[in-house]
């Protein structure tokens, strides 16, 4: 039942009234947890080795190219989340043909990124590399195959968050919920904006925090960026996220959501 509907089978008052306390529900931070600590990394997760060798292109960049990598960004980040949660590498093993590869890719990135985490033992084997970064960057070809069209990434219904208001409650609730979900071990993936500006539109994937005096300091992997970290921080006076250092962005507010942590969402 939406929540227009409750004024007319409730009192005024006590519609007013739970329509308040929903509303609070949603956009506050939780209370009554146990304090956090002041900086959280994901245990396993190593910013080169687990991360992809080859980036997303910006178009704009690239106008002439006929096989421009570009409009990926969800693709990637998605992709990183699942070979961390579902893969394992094999240095030792046998390498594999260039088919045989996208088949293993493709059994890593067919499980959905908010599935639990697999034990070793239950992990698609990745042979004849260390990491992830060995392998994209030898193996360029079949990984992009094996993860496939970004198609449906870019017209996810989600995406279209980036063209509505959120509030100050709102952008602390999920600031709040990217240092739970770090704390217990999980990497997030962040669909962030700065619109109406034209600039960004854009999925990274934190995997660390640091409380400073002001906020939340928040370590990202950007698609478009594949050799450095970036940093969107969280600012608890003004309860707003900046992009502090972000690919090709200029430091300045934006708005942030989480992506793919439910079968909705």
Same mark, same amino acid.
């Given at each position: 039942?939406? @929540?227009?509907?409750?004024?007319?089978?409730?009192?005024?008052?006590?519609?007013?009234?739970?329509?308040?306390?929903?509303?609070?529900? /949603?956009?506050?931070?939780?209370?009554? @947890?146990?304090?956090?600590?002041?900086?959280?990394?994901?245990?396993?997760? #190593?910013?080169?080795?687990?991360?992809?060798?080859?980036?997303?292109?910006?178009?704009?960049?690239?106008?002439?190219?006929?096989?421009?990598?570009?409009?990926?960004?969800?693709?990637?980040?998605?992709?990183?989340?699942?070979?961390?949660?579902?893969? +394992?590498?094999?240095?030792?093993?046998?390498?594999?043909?260039?088919?045989?590869?996208?088949?293993?890719?493709?059994? #890593?990135?067919? =499980?959905?990124?908010?599935?639990?985490?697999?034990?070793?033992?239950?992990?698609?084997?990745?042979?004849?590399?260390?990491?992830?970064?060995?392998?994209?960057?030898?193996?360029? =070809?079949?990984?992009?195959?094996?993860?496939?069209?970004?198609?449906?990434? !870019?017209?996810?219904?989600?995406?279209?968050?980036?063209?509505?208001?959120?509030? /100050?409650?709102?952008?602390?609730?999920?600031?709040?919920?990217?240092?739970?979900? !770090?704390?217990?071990?999980?990497?997030?993936?962040?669909?962030?904006?700065? !619109?109406?500006?034209?600039?960004?539109?854009?999925?990274?994937?934190?995997?660390?925090?640091? #409380?400073?005096?002001?906020?939340?300091?928040?370590? #990202?992997?950007?698609?478009?960026?594949?050799?450095?970290?970036?940093?969107?921080?969280?600012? +608890?006076?003004? =309860?707003?996220?900046?992009?502090? =250092?972000?690919?090709?962005?200029?430091?300045?507010?934006?708005?942030?959501?989480?992506?793919?942590?439910?079968?909705?969402?």
């Amino acid at each position: 039942m939406s @929540r227009r509907a409750l004024p007319s089978l409730l009192s005024p008052a006590l519609a007013a009234l739970l329509c308040l306390l929903v509303a609070a529900c /949603a956009t506050a931070p939780l209370s009554g @947890r146990a304090p956090r600590p002041d900086a959280v990394s994901v245990p396993g997760f #190593v910013f080169t080795p687990d991360t992809f060798a080859f980036a997303n292109l910006i178009a704009a960049r690239h106008p002439r190219g006929d096989d421009v990598y570009a409009h990926y960004c969800f693709v990637l980040a998605r992709g990183l989340r699942q070979f961390f949660g579902f893969a +394992r590498f094999d240095p030792t093993g046998p390498r594999l043909s260039p088919d045989a590869y996208v088949e293993r890719v493709r059994a #890593v990135t067919g =499980r959905p990124p908010w599935a639990p985490t697999l034990t070793p033992d239950a992990r698609v084997v990745i042979p004849g590399y260390a990491n992830l970064r060995e392998f994209s960057a030898a193996e360029e =070809r079949a990984l992009k195959e094996g993860l496939g069209s970004s198609f449906w990434t !870019l017209v996810h219904w989600t995406n279209w968050r980036v063209t509505f208001p959120v509030t /100050a409650g709102g952008q602390e609730a999920v600031a709040d919920e990217i240092m739970d979900e !770090l704390a217990t071990g999980r990497l997030v993936q962040l669909l962030v904006t700065n !619109l109406p500006k034209v600039e960004l539109n854009h999925t990274v994937v934190a995997f660390e925090y640091r #409380v400073t005096a002001t906020g939340v300091e928040f370590g #990202v992997w950007d698609p478009n960026e594949p050799d450095a970290p970036g940093v969107i921080t969280f600012d +608890r006076g003004q =309860r707003h996220f900046y992009a502090t =250092r972000m690919f090709d962005t200029e430091p300045g507010p934006i708005r942030a959501f989480r992506m793919y942590y439910a079968w909705y969402l």
